[in-house]
């Protein structure tokens, strides 16, 4: 059995793979860190242990902490898994390509993988990443990461209007296309900006080329996108690159 960790600003993800499938996923508070051996071991067969363990952090080192004490009593010891210039048959096109989230990174590996053509990936967590991936035009067949954008995730751009105004409440409620109250107005607001990026960013790429889209708030944010915009969602989406990278076969 093979651990695959996304420790993102917000949640843990977990998934537990065995002869390249899942068995068994899930996602929990950074705060509650400490009950990941509890769930791993309701998850594992009786008898089972892990053989490996791929650790994709962007939460720093506290967290990259809180989570080798969790796994003490399980643990093979933690492979990190970081941007490379290329990994997967994805080449990575950052001007210094290990500066990119391990995240982003894994997420845009595990799209390649699944589309195997040109797609725009879309993660909607703490922050809002909307990274464009062309084929290779140096290796037809091949993934490249063309560039892509960072913008405060729905809650960070909510809170800051909350935090740094006097009169503006931490807003609730639907999205609306043309607002009347101010609850609507900030989450609308926040929304349309977020779906707004998104179909400029989509611009970049080959017309029809699917739209993938994941994270804690891929369901919010879709449904005030262009119905026209070909999304697909995907759960746990950085998981599934880990999981292709975990499947290679090691270099020698
Ligand atoms: N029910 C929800 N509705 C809208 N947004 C949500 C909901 N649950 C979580 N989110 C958003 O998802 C984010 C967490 O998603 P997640 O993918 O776990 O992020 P990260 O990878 O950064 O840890 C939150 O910051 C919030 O913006
Ligand atoms: C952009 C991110 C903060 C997203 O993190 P998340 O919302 O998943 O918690 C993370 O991928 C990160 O710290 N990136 C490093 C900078 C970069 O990708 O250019
Ligand atoms: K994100």
Redesign the pocket.
């Known amino acids: 059995m093979i651990l695959l960790l996304d420790a993102?600003?917000?949640r843990l993800k977990w998934g537990l793979r065995q002869a390249g499938a899942w068995r068994a996923r899930g996602a929990l508070e950074r705060e509650r860190i400490g009950d990941l051996p509890h769930a791993l071991r309701q998850a594992l067969p009786a008898g089972q242990g892990l053989q490996r363990i791929l650790f994709c952090n962007?939460?720093g080192p506290e967290v990259a902490a809180a989570v080798a004490q969790a796994l003490v009593p399980l643990s093979p010891g933690l492979e990190n898994f970081l941007a490379t210039p290329e990994a997967a048959g994805v080449r990575n096109g950052y001007a210094r390509p290990a500066?990119?989230?391990a995240?982003?990174w894994a997420a845009l590996v595990g799209a390649w993988n699944q589309e195997r053509r040109p797609c725009l990936v879309v993660?909607a967590?703490?922050?809002l990443?909307i990274d464009v991936l062309l084929e290779d035009p140096e290796r037809p067949g091949h993934g490249y990461f063309a560039g892509g954008c960072?913008l405060p995730?729905f809650d960070l751009m909510r809170g800051a209007l909350n935090r740094h105004t006097a009169q503006l409440p931490l807003a609730e409620g639907d999205f609306a296309e043309l607002p009347r109250s101010t609850d609507a107005a900030i989450v609308s607001g926040c929304l349309h900006a977020q779906a707004g990026a998104v179909e400029r960013l989509y611009r970049q790429l080959p017309p029809g080329s699917p739209c993938l889209l994941s994270g804690g708030g891929a369901a919010q944010l879709d449904e005030c996108l262009d119905p026209a915009l070909p999304v697909r969602r995907v759960d746990y989406l950085v998981l599934e690159g880990l999981a292709r990278v975990a499947d290679l076969p090691a270099v020698a």
């Open positions: 993102g600003n917000t962007v939460a500066q990119l989230g995240d982003r993660n967590g703490t922050a990443t960072i995730g």
